[in-house]
Structure formats: C-alpha cells, structure tokens
C-alpha cells in the first residue's frame, strides 16, 4: 500500500513536472513569410562548405535548396549577386534582458548573488523582452542567441536560448525545443563575491569544493527519485535546485561553464569525470589554446573573445589566436560575445581571429570560421538538428551581407528568421522596435 | 696622436648618424598632411625625426632602406583617452595608477610619473600600431572603504610607446566627470557636479588673483589644495583642454555655455547624445572623443545613443577622435575598427584615419610633433601589408621616433610557445 502510494505521488511529481514543462515552454510563432529565392550570392553554409554563385530557396519557414539555377513558383527573388550568404548569426553568450539596456540598477537581473548554488533559477524568469540590445542584435545578423546567467554564482542556474524575434514574454521568444542550458563559474567571480562576505568560497579550492557538494546532493536526489520510481521508498519532496542538477546528469540540461585559466578548464572536466556529466562549452576560455587536445578529446567547446585580455588576472594570458588554435586542434571553436555591442559584429570578431591565425602562416578561409559564429554554437546549445548550417530542411535563419562578412566595411542587408524578413538594413517599414525605443531620437534599429 | 683620436672621436660620431638614416621606400603612403596620399613614396628619417616625404627623393648613401612595395604606410596610431601604462590588471590584482581618491587632490592628481613603459599593455598595443597615447586619469567609484573620487579627476598626459623618453606631455588636459556619472561625486546629484566644477574655477580665478593676499593669509581658505589650484590656472587660460565625461544633450548645452563663460576650452568624451547638437559643438569649436560603436544607453543620459553619431559629427565640422568602442585599455590598438566602421557607416577613408591619429594630436596640442607624416615631424610611421582598417590587418612593422620596435610582446611569445604542436616537452621547457 504504501509502495503504491509512493508510486503514485511520483507519478503526481512526474505529472508536475510535465505541467511545468508546458507552463514555461516556447509559444514562440515565426513572423509571417513567403517564399523567398535569394539568387547569385557567395554562399558560405556553415557546414565548411563555400558556393559561388549559389542559390537559396526558402519556403514555410524552411531551407528547401542551396544549389545552382533554383526556380521557384511565385516566389519573391533577391538578387544577391555581389553579396554573401550565410546562416543566421548565434552568440552563445548573451546578458540581453537579464542586463538589459539601459544598464540601471533596476535592470540588474542576472546574478542571483544571495547563494554560490543557485541551479534553481531560469534565467528565462528575468528576460526583459524590451531590451533594445535585441534589435541592435539582429541588425547584426544574430538570429539565435543563449541568455545565460551571470557569473557571481559556482552554479548560476539555466539559460535560455532564444530566437531573436523580441516578443511580449519570454516564452514568445524561446527556441522550440532548445533544451536548457546551465550556468557555471570558475574562477575570480563566486570566491571574490562570496570570499569577501566571509563566506564559502573563498578561493578556487573552495570553489571546486562547492561544486562537488552540489554534485554529492544531486546524486543522491537522483537516486532516491530512482528507487521511488522502482516502488522503493517515499520520493523527496521537488526541489527545483535538484530537478536543474539532475537533468545535467541526465544528459537533458547542457553545461556551459565560465572558465578562463588552463589549469581550471581542466580541473573542471575532472570534476565533470567524478560525477558522470558532460561539461558542452567553457565560456570566455582566454586560454583555451593550452589546452586544445584536452577540449578535443572531452568533445567540448571553447567559446571565446577575438581579442579580450587582461582586464582581470585570469584574463592575462589572452592571445587573438586562441579560437584558430582549438580549431586547428580539431575542438569546438566558437566566437561569442557577452556584450550588447561586441553581438554585433560577431562576424568582425571572427576576422580579427583569421587575420591574427594568417599572420602565422595558419590559413583559415571564410567557409571554416564562419562555423565558428553559426554551426559550432549551434552545437553547444543542441539545436543544431534544426539550425546553424544552410541546409535543406533546416530553419530558414539566414543572413544577407553586402559583402564579404569578414570585411569591416561589410553590414547584413537583409535578416531572415524563419524564412521570415525580420531585418532588412534602412528599410523601417520592415524592423522592430522595442517599446522602450519608442519615442526616442534614435527609433529602431541603429 | 692628438689628430688621431680627433679622426676616431668624429668617426665615432659620424657612424651612428648614417646609421641612423633610415628610407622607407615604394609605399602608398597616406601622409595625412598636406601632401594627402603619395603612391611609390619614400619616407626619410633621420635622428628619429621624418626628413621628407615624396615621391622621387633620393636615398642617401649607407641609409637602412626598408622596401614598402605594395604596402600601406600611414603614421602611428594615437590613443585618443585610456589608461596606457597606468593599469596592468585592472580587477582584483594592480596595478591601477590611474584613480585617486580621498581628500588630498582633485585637479593636482597628475598621473604622468605613474606611466609605466614596460607594461605588457605596451608591447601588446605598439605591435598593432599605437605610437602615442594619451593616458587619462580616470573617476574613481567608491571602494571597500567607501573612499571615492571626484568630479575633477586631474590631468592627463602624452606619451609615446617607445622605449626612450617616453613622455611627450605632461599636464596635457584636466579630466572631468559630469552628468550622471558625474553625479556620483557630487552628493548624487547632477547639479552638484557642475557646481564642484564651478566651484573649482572660481577658486581658481579667485586665487589667481589675490595670490598675494592669500599667502599672506588674508584671503578665506579654499576647498582645494594649492595643486589643485595651480593645476587649474592653464584650464583657465584655455591652454590647456578640459576632458569631459558627458552623454546626455542637455548636458553638452550647459557645458557649451561654460565653456563660454570662463574661457575654458572642453572635450567632450563619450558624447552619446552629442549628434542632436554637431552644429552646436561644431560652432563652439568642441572636439569629441568616442567610440563610434556605443550605439546602446548605458543608463538614461545616453538614451539617444546611435550608430552614426561620429559621422554626423564630422559631417557637421566637428573634430572627431576615435577610441576603441569597448574603451578597453588593453585594446587601445582596435581603433583601427572603430574607424573602419566608420567608414562601412559612410565616412570617407580619409577622414577616418585623421580621426586615429592627427585629430587626437590636435586635441592634446602635439600636432606639430605628431599625427602625420610631414618633414620635422617625429617619425612614427607604420608598415601595413594592406588596409590597416581591414580586421585581418596587422602591421608588418612600427617606427616610433624613427626606431624600428621589436615586432613582439607577450602575447605573441604564448602564441608561439603554444604553437610548438612537435615539442613533446611541457611549456616551461619551450621557449
């Protein structure tokens, strides 16, 4: 009797959790499009592949060609001669609406500094839709991005990845089927926030053991959920803090761990070794290029600045080269932004990168790095089955740049989101703009 | 014997002098001068200085003659506003020379003697092409003690990124902080950082004149030190510029009166909003230093941040110097993006390129000692294998004051260490 009780409160708990699931899922709903044929263009599509000349047919929403001499019945033709194509841009490190703009002490949402483990918190549940950060973005190219939690935290909580169609909510703009990602920090953050309180962690030591203890408390949750699901005693009472901890160990919730230093970065796939987890990307990474072989071999990203360095100590040893290294090691290279501006010109950052490997005798052409800002974190944040590349079938996210996107002087023309014009460079009629742009000089997107 | 060692004592001067020379030849050189752009120029430096620059001069005998061909030559970089040499690390380790708080200076704090040459900010910045930069001090938010700093934060200086005698200018502007930023200086309130401003002027003028009484102790105290106040007296005589740290419009009026009314002549730095008035700042002869990339408001006073505000400055005749969008220290050396989007924007080349290296030598008043590529002029001149705003552009090679700067810092020494795939050995034990 009791057995069966147990069985059906954990079925009660499953039934929540499923409740949960539909409660905060993605309502997101494409602009309206048609069918688009984008002809003549230099076509780079994300799969390492460069076609010149190239055609893209996009219908529904959906990539249905990439080849040469397309037709299409009643569809609208761009004429791309002379221009670039690539898939839609995805930075898979953003703050916009947790640390929206402007940046007041109001708008300070993303650091949930009251405890070094915050796994219960969704960083979805600060995103301020308004922030105008996100059309400044997509003027950029960027079509997809990670909003991730700040850094204050050992375990900050999830992210959300969203598709940068600003809507009412949050839930308006999540990515269908994205699975969530969750916060981690190494490093100077949580032992400076929490060691200058007096409080644990108070060195990098500290901080390596506040992981493990939250790890030793999610075994053990996922255990005794285990037994109860096997009829073996009472199920523990949900906790959310858990529940986002478990589904790291489940293989449901990916990692993306803030970590610069070498020494960390591998400490920390130890760490990932003791407790049976995958860690999917270390973010920021400034020395990342130490350790290529270690990232290639654990199958885990690097996503990192062009050319930050210094502004604190575990960002000393910063160097240009360090994607096109991880990429010449065959790891995960990826160019990420962690700032309203950099997100702009995520394409700019990349070049840096190539010009800085080619001054080394390292050639990277354009049809490789473009990975780097398209497939690769699309990787990361597992929606690479859907986007990321321009392929048939695949999300019709894709860019239209009035040049080479590795030259400074090039802008995107044209941004479509499932196969939607969401963007289009000078054209008002067509572009977004947030409420809280509304009635000021500037207007939408600049 | 005595004729002997004359000859040797002559020689022994006349060699380094030859060697000294140096051409640097078949380049298109964009001399920003008079001269405008020079396709197969020659550049000639001797004794660090740029003897001529043309086409059709002839190399001296013995000159180390450096072969441009097919390349871009322009003068050095200048560094328009940031922390050079002041800051190695700026988060939890140091050094960070460039902020002072507590009560014994405002305006006195003089960051010059801070400036450190061998900081691996330099080598890192100088390889990219920075020759000059203007090293600012910069308003110090509270610290763990609650010890803050002030709306006048003191003086900037100039400085080049070679190895020897490295400061061009001391005392080169007095660095203010207005507006909201400002106001966290001032009991909170934006009004109170323009009355400490004021305050210190009239202290000034006040001192100024009655100098005498004042030493004899018949004049009321001050609230700054003497430093302040003699640090003060070239601000007034409009000799030397006010850096001010200012967005919102409203603001960049009232400080277009002030300017008018003590004869003080301001910069503007940042200037978010500073588009909705060029004509303005362009008529008050107020040059502006920015990032043109800070088109989002970082709180209310920049609300009508744009992409665009440098163009429409210049547009309107407003001298325009560029820093790295980021205003990250360490990475002086992207203005190089910052003017290159400039120009994706619609500004001429030209003009972009004034705007990282004459411009700002205009503003701190060495334009006749750098900036461009004119003869007397000190010779900082960089070798570029193609557009220096492309991104995937970096300098072949860096002259500054006519010395050829090792092409190395410690970034490219980790790059190359780490580069080594065949060394079986662990990276201490490579080079």
Known sequence: MLAAIGLLVSACDKAAEDEAATAYSSRYEALPGGTTLITGATVLTGTGERLDDADILLRDGKIVEVGMDLSADGADVFDASGKWVTPGIIDVHAHLGVYASPGTESHSDGNEMTAPVTAQVWAEHSVWPQDPGFVTALAGGVTSMQILPGSANLIGGRSVTVKNVPGRNVMDMKFPGAPHGLKMACGENPKRVYGSRGQAPGTRMGNVAGYRAAWIEAVDYRDKLAKAEKGQGEPPMRDLKLETLVGVLNGEILVHNHCYRADEMSIMLDVAKEFGYKVTAFHHAVEAYKIADLLAEADTCAAVWADWWGFKMEAYDGIRENAAIVDLADACAIIHSDSAIGMQVLNQETAKVMGAAARVGVDIPPERAIRWITSNPAKSLGIDAVTGTLEADKMADVVIWDGDPFSVYTRPERVYIDGALAFERGNEAVNPTTDFTLGTATGGAQ | ?431
Request: charged share 20%; aromatic share 6%.
């Open chain 2, 1 to 431: 014997m005595r004729q002997i060692i004359t000859a040797l004592a002559l020689l022994a001067v006349a060699l380094p002098v030859l060697a000294e020379t140096t051409a640097i030849v078949g380049g298109k050189v964009h001399t920003v001068g008079p001269q405008g752009t020079l396709e197969n120029a020659t550049i000639l430096i001797e004794n660090g200085r740029i003897q001529a620059v043309g086409a059709g001069i002839s190399v001296p005998n013995g000159a180390n003659t450096i072969d441009a061909s097919g390349k871009i030559v322009t003068p050095g970089l200048f560094s328009p506003v940031g922390r050079l040499g002041l800051v190695e690390v700026g988060s939890s380790a140091g050094p960070v020379d460039s902020e002072q708080r507590g009560e014994m200076f405002t305006a006195g704090f003089d960051v010059a003697d801070a400036y450190n040459p061998r900081s691996t900010l330099v080598a890192v910045n100088r390889i990219e092409g920075v020759t000059r930069a203007a090293i600012t001090p910069s308003p110090a938010y509270p610290d763990d003690a609650g010890s803050y700093g002030h709306v006048l934060s003191g003086l900037a200086a100039v400085v080049n990124l070679g190895d020897d005698d490295v400061l061009d200018r001391r005392g080169a502007a007095m660095v203010v902080t207005l507006g909201e930023s400002g106001s966290a200086f001032a009991d909170g309130t934006r009004t109170g950082a323009w009355l400490v401003l004021r305050n210190a002027l009239d202290e000034a003028l006040d001192y100024r004149d009655h100098k005498g009484d004042f030493e004899r102790g018949m004049r009321r105290d001050y609230m700054h030190s003497i430093a302040d106040l003699e640090a003060l007296q070239s601000v007034l005589t409009g000799t030397t510029p006010m850096l001010v740290n200012i967005n919102r419009a409203s603001d960049i009026e009232i400080l277009i009166g002030l300017a008018a009314e003590y004869g003080v002549r301001p910069v503007i730095v940042n200037g978010a909003e500073a588009w909705m008035l060029a004509s303005e700042i362009a008529t008050a002869r107020i040059p502006v230093i920015l990032g043109p990339a800070q088109n989002l408001p970082g709180n209310f006073d920049s609300l009508n941040a744009r992409r665009g505000n440098a163009n429409i400055l210049i547009e309107a005749g407003v001298t325009v110097a560029f820093a790295d969008s980021l205003s990250l220290t360490h990475n002086a050396r992207n203005m190089t993006q910052s003017a290159g989007n400039a120009v994706g924007d619609g500004l001429e080349w030209d003009a972009a390129l004034r705007a990282i290296t004459l411009s700002p030598a205009e503003i701190y008043g060495v334009s006749d000692d750098v900036g461009s590529l004119e003869p007397g002029k000190a010779a900082d001149v960089v070798i570029w294998p193609a557009d220096p705003f492309e991104l995937s552009t970096y300098p072949d090679q860096v002259f500054i004051n006519g010395v050829a700067i090792p092409m190395k810092s410690r970034q490219t020494l980790l790059r190359d260490r780490y580069m080594q795939t065949s060394s079986d050995l662990p990276p201490a034990y490579r080079d």
